[in-house]
């Protein structure tokens, strides 16, 4: 009897959450954005919200909780009730390197999150103030190893994946370099574009200066050619191996337990959304890739970033607490 009464539970259970994951949405879903508004995480996520919202018959709501490396939006989203409601757009710094800058986090980057799908990939641009007087990827090597300790670049702020980015960057190719450190990119910039750092890899905010001759790009760092600058090559052209394992990517993620009915809805729904050429038209504007996945090869993605980050935050030292 007892058999089957647990037989009867797990059945009425199971109709129980297919029934709820068939009703929803049943109220507008929030997408919680780990930086300000304006960025292009932010960008993108209203771009696609806007699209689901239309798709599922329901509001979407942007919020921004921008603050601690994303730690703040990735956190309430985490303690949010698994019901679908409450979803989690970020960059994949938040996860798969906060793990190891922070002694503690208030979240689990593999265990309080369920992956719903990628949202776009980033991929840095090298870029050089033309004070230097260098054209070519090679030019520029050749410059920065004739004066080791010579050249300053400038980073979002120690510990970020720009950081770690030109950090394995500068240890492969055999580069010496000063590390100056910002509170953001825009400061950076500001900086690169007055001459007082040398370098650096950049998200695509300097796209316009680029363009204008301000800047001088020189490579991406792959793994694939950036759409918006098809001319400039990624490293692995030009036998540089292993610094893509630093290009970035943005994901959305509901917290753990969300049912998988809602979640393979959440990514049914977002499949074409993302494919559709006005929203690829929307990120490629923006200096990143269009990208999309499922649920299960998000996982794979954050579970391997874990891994091979890792040794290159410790090798750097980098901590924000």
């Known amino acids: 009897m007892k058999r089957r009464a647990l037989i009867s539970f797990a059945a009425a259970t199971l109709f129980a959450r297919r029934a709820y994951a068939q009703a929803y949405p049943g109220k507008p879903i929030h997408i919680v954005v780990s930086v300000s508004a304006g960025g292009s995480i932010d960008t993108i996520a209203r ?29 309430a989203v985490a303690r949010a009730a698994p019901d679908g409601y409450s979803l989690l757009a970020t960059g994949g710094s938040t996860l798969n390197l906060n793990p190891f800058l922070y002694r503690e986090l208030p979240f689990d980057s593999l265990k309080s999150f369920a992956p719903i799908t990628l949202t776009a990939r980033t991929n840095f641009i090298l870029v050089v103030h033309p004070k230097l007087g260098v054209d070519t990827l090679e030019g520029f090597m050749a410059l920065a190893k004739s004066k080791p300790g010579g050249l300053n670049y ?37 900086d690169l574009l007055a001459g007082q750092i040398d370098f650096m890899f950049d998200s695509a905010t300097t796209m316009a200066h680029i363009q204008a001759g301000r800047l001088k790009a020189l490579a991406v760092i792959g793994p694939n050619r950036l759409p918006a600058l098809p001319e400039l090559k990624p490293l692995s052209a030009y036998g540089i191996h292993g610094v893509d394992v630093a290009s970035g990517w943005h994901g959305l993620f509901a917290p ?6 809602i979640v393979s809805r959440l990514n049914a ?52 607490d």
Request: zero cysteines.
């Open 154 to 190: 400038g980073s979002a702020g120690s510990g970020s994946l720009i950081h770690i980015a030109t950090e394995l960057f500068d240890s492969t190719v055999g580069i010496q370099a000063n590390h100056v450190p910002y509170k953001g990119l825009a400061p950076a910039v500001t």
């Open 47 to 75: 771009a696609y919200g806007e699209a689901l919202s239309q798709s599922l018959g329901q509001p979407v709501v942007v919020e921004n909780r921008p603050g601690a490396n994303g730690n703040i939006a990735a956190a």
């Open 256 to 261: 753990a337990g969300t049912p998988a009915e």
């Open 269 to 320: 729904a977002l499949q074409p959304i993302l494919a559709s050429p006005s929203i690829r038209e929307r990120i490629i504007a923006l200096g990143a890739e269009p990208a999309v996945s499922t649920p299960d090869q998000l996982a794979e993605i954050l579970a391997n970033d874990l891994v091979r980050l890792e040794h290159i935050v410790k090798r750097i030292g980098a901590r924000l």
